[in-house]
């Protein structure tokens, strides 16, 4: 049973349903993208604990995926002490959903280096203006529940406190009293380690490493992500920017990212694959690099695994078989690490809606899906809101710069409109961070 059905809860639906597995897929809205595959689906608010329990006893699955985080935890406490299968467990579900747990976990727990934070409470402004000094200028202040950039601000000055706790207090899931403040890190790539926590053939759980995928962030929403079969071409810079590739410098980027990812996933345990954001920087010759966040699921940055991989190894068919205890493929690489390397170079673009409404058309399908390389995804969802995700592009190449532009050129071939609106493409939603069309708003 998968609580929330949208795009990646839909992809690893197909995984399950490859198996032979039956699903069922739980949303708040009709017609989620997974809904529209699964078995059987049911559409509730599963915040409402007495809603959720009921669909779960009803339905009495053997595996219960929490894919969204407005899901009621207490209820989901209850029924894992009942004897349900809560992926990876009720506890890593609770401690991902809130900045504050997380960072404690992998500054404290895991021992893992953060950027310096400080919480204050944007009641007191007072407070949060202390905290921005105490931290220094630039600095990120950011909701205490939130995500997708919502709720956070970046700061770079004093000038700029008044409106980062206004926007934390009208973006932020619940209240938005409680932000925490943090020291922007001037990383050179921003990753995510998709650490997967399996069972191995004696019954011992084992992590599997697949490479790190390197990713953009616009406005703290993903943008494009990047996997290759060589992690010099984006490690321990973005690929555009990797002039020289340094095999060794890399290599030493890639080892700091599984030390790190190891340390946090260890302390969150159970079997799934966890996507953990991670800040890397080069430093002479090694590599820092920081814990930012962890999801206990796949994560969107992933979708580049869906061409990087074989199909049934993507991301959602490591989540499948982690949570089904299947074997997983990989090799002993010389630092002990347990590894699963690509099967091509990839790169993913986002397709972002530029309007809000229903009845949502799409253009421009010929040309990008005629590209050699490409495969296009529309998520079907039946409502658009500007900049929703509706749709991605992820392409193969021989390198991962050319797949980086490739995907760009594909994803912006696409143009949409919602009803009567006239057609817009993505050129007009967004170009910053982009390789190809980023000159215009740079
Ligand atoms: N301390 C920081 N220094 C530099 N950049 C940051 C910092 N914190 C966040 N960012 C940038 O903002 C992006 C979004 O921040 P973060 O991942 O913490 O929250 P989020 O995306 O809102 O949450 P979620 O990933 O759960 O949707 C990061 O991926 C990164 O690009
Ligand atoms: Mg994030």
Known sequence: MFLGAGELGQEQIMEAQRLGIETVAVDRYKNAPGQRLADRHYVINMRDGKLLREVIEKEDPDVIIPEIEAISLDTLFDLEKEGFYIVPSAKATHTAMQRKR???????EAEVLTSKYVYANTNDPDSVRAACEKVG???VVKAIQSSSGLGSMDVHSPKDVDEAIAKAKKEARGSGEEVIIEEFIKFDTEVTELAVRHFDDSGKIVTTFPNALGHAQIEGDYHSSWMGMN???????????????????????????????KKITDVLGGRSIFGCELFVKADGTDAVVYGNEVACRPHDTGLVTLQSHMNTLSEFGLHIRAVCGFPIPGEKNDDGFRVLKPVANAASHVILSPYDGHEVSYKGLWDCMGMEGVSLKIFGKPEAH???RMGVVVATAPTVLEAKRKAEIAAHK?????????????????TRKHVVYGAKRQ
């Open 386 to 388: 500007v900049g929703r």
């Open 414 to 430: 696409i143009m949409m409109k919602a009803g009567d609106n006239p057609w817009k493409g993505q050129t007009e939603m967004e």
């Open 102 to 108: 997380l960072r404690e976990l992998i500054s404290k």
């Open 231 to 261: 992690v010099a071409e984006y490690l321990p810079r973005n690929p555009e920017n990797t002039r020289d590739m340094n095999d060794e410098l890399a290599y030493k980027a890639q080892k700091r990212i599984y030390e790190t990812t």
């Open 137 to 139: 200028y630039p600095c």
